[in-house]
């Protein structure tokens, strides 16, 4: 069983996104084979550089760079969606393999799921 | 009864973000089911209509006062739409 | 493998009673897949959709009460309805343990729902055939 | 004073139309000028022949019945929203006003407010 | 009229905390306007938005206790706050009258919140120079 | 300080439905204030840009990675917010 946890919100204004992470952050906890999708305006998760503390919530790049640790195998990005909101691999957190086709990229996993 | 390979279930109107990454995603093989507020694309579906077969809760649509629209969705009650989710291989609620 | 194999469902609500109308789309699907003969593994409450176990919601009488209609539907058909501890302590909703140990002036999960962590959501995943969810629409 | 309610997310699926209608029912009851007006999605609302014992909700056709008599003085449709929905004036709930340029409308009223 | 004339606000707040920025960015707007010499007439909790009135939640401790920060805004600078009733009972947000009324188990209002109909945020749009409203964002 | 007609405050990311609304709503005279989600429209804003001023919360912005993009839109803080809403004849919060 592999799955795909999908993250299409960005960070801050909702809690869907954190909420995505803590059940792809759970799913390998329980050593189950799971990776990231970030796609429409949940690339800017990806965003380097971002500075939290005049909004009072933990910045979400301390979350992504623990990813790997905890075992999520892969954080991919839809190419499309980096384009549209200016994101290029510089300006982008380390560890994001981009996705020219995230629709293959869900069918090749047995479970796709969002947060809400 | 023939298989899906992804049953996409969709519940957003149409101009949900998320309509639009859902119809993007749907392939050969699949079929999209419209629940809740997305019966409404039943107004705009039209030509562009996705490759899949398009099936639609028929509680939802008559609600919302689409009763006669049985041309461009199969309606169908929940005990069609566990059947569906029962002969796809995967699902997506998107 | 037959045209119709009977499924172990897991459902996951993630949207609100009477915000949204996912808790009275998966009743409908719970319902309908428990009359076909299939099993439902779980039922797990998600982000806001934890509001469903709440003992305190009072719609007007004319309208539907979701979460006792999930209640009695869980207890009738003995299945298991967890909402995760993340969201709900995070959403004012806590049982009796909770309270206890944050000093907390009420409890108000509505039996049978539990609460309890990511992990029963993990174990929904692996044990049942399909996993459904049931989101916010908009 | 003059207030705008605006409803732009269909019925049923959500509660923010319904609570949009509440506000402007209110105001009403307090003799204060008030408005609603549909746009996008939010045009569905207005879809003749809405039959809704099948989902366990009442219909909103009958609380929009009710708005001229509660007070509510105008209900306005937008006008590209309604093509867009396929909504003709045959197919509509009585009492409709086509709005061509909604933005016109909200600059006539002192308040203009969404529900959520 | 000068270049700053002094406003009483309303504000009403529909987005719900955790789940929401909406209570955070009227918190910040409050606090501004009050440090700028305005008066708050009213705080309207109104949709999602009376999540906020919840005495129950209970996020981790490293993060900001929204409900608990905007109860001691509203009672240092006596400003009303009240959450709109036909919300909130839907939602499982009720005093201990409705308690009492509805024979339930508990009640889990956050003072100084109070439960109020709509009539509150009409008065408040009558009574103050501006209204500002804080939806949930997406 | 010149006077605003009606102050456009937006909280909704790009792609939500209701940011067409509010571009479409804008009008000469008007200013356009993004808060939270909305400050990503500073990766997209140009030269389409509306024909108002666009103000933009900071830490909002700065949150997201938007720092150095004073260039379209001004970067403003809540005491600067609550000026606004006072020079504003009318407010619309989408």
New interface residues.
Partial sequence: MSTLIVIDQPPYGTWAGREALDMAFSLAAFDQSVSLLFMGAGVNWLRAAQQTNGIEQKSVEKNLSAAPIFGVEAMYADTLACAQYGLTPEGMVAGVTMSPNSAELMHQHTHTAFAG | ?TSI??LH?L????????TA?CM????SGDALLL????V?AL??LDDQAPMAQVYA????A????F?QSGTKATLV???A???L???AQ????? | MSDNPLQNFTLVITGAPYSSQAPQTALAFARAAISAGHTLDRVFLYGDGVHLASSLSTPPSDETHWPKEWAEFLEQNVIPGAACIASALRRGLVNSEEQKRYQLPANNILAPFIIAGLGEWVEGTMASSRVVYFHAGG
């Fill in positions: 009864m390979h992804t279930i519940n957003k109107a149409p101009e949900h973000p998320r990454e993007n995603a749907i392939r629940t809740e507020n997305a409404l107004s705009i809760i028929a509680s939802d008559i609600a919302r006062g009763g009650d929940y005990p739409m566990v059947k989710t029962a002969q995967h699902l997506i609620s998107w």
